[in-house]
């Protein structure tokens, strides 16, 4: 059993998913992450499905050097309407998301009910590999895989107020007579 950064509170109504060296890009998986974390899990496959098709994009918000603007990115309010399409990156995300899904039906949780409450990526160890550059140097041509840990939990009903019996309200003047206690 591998451990994840967040244990949760009642195991019994979560599910998790997590793959290790990834050979997709770290930050198209950051991005990706970020963007999905909190969101109803059908929601999420269906956003993912519509990035593969380039209906949807993904919003940049942190490494965003490079990334050109897009204008379907203004739907989802990225900062400076920066966007893309990881599309190999996408695929490995969603692949995680089915298979915590599928460890959820697996505990009798129902998936309509899932939404994403953790989703984590770290830099995994480069694969490294070289290029031949001029008069004969060469130079380091390193991938930068991903771990990615997903964890979906179960949205739990939310509880009701209690009804409470009406006060009498009591001045601060009235409240001040009452703790003066007279003596003689």
């Known amino acids: ?17 997590r793959g290790s060296h990834l050979r997709v890009h770290f930050k ?10 909190g969101m109803n899990v059908q929601k999420c496959l269906k956003v993912l499905d519509d990035v593969l098709a380039f209906k949807a994009v993904i919003p940049f918000v942190k490494f965003t050097g490079g ?6 990115a203004k739907q989802c309010k990225a900062p400076g ?10 695929a490995v995300y969603k692949n995680l998301v ?8 697996a505990k009798q949780l129902d998936p309509e009910t899932l939404y994403i409450s953790h989703a ?10 070289r290029t031949y550059r001029a ?17 979906l939990k179960q949205k739990e009903e939310p509880v009701k107020k209690m009804e409470e019996e009406e006060r009498v309200k009591i001045s601060k003047k009235d409240a001040a007579r009452r703790r003066f206690v007279k003596v003689g």
Do not use: D, L
Request: proline content about 8%.
């Open 28 to 37: 198209h998986c950051r991005e990706i992450a970020h963007f999905t974390n």
């Open 135 to 151: 008069h004969g140097r060469i130079g380091k041509y390193a991938s930068q895989p991903a771990h990615i840990e997903i964890i």
């Open 1 to 17: 059993m591998t451990r994840y950064s967040v244990e949760p509170e009642v195991p019994e109504k979560t599910s998790k998913a």
């Open 120 to 129: 984590q990526v770290n830099r995994a160890p480069p694969g490294r590999r």
């Open 81 to 90: 309407s920066k966007g893309r399409w990881p599309v190999k990156a996408t």
């Open 98 to 105: 089915k298979n915590a899904i599928a460890n959820a039906e």
């Open 67 to 72: 990334i050109g603007r897009k204008a379907m």
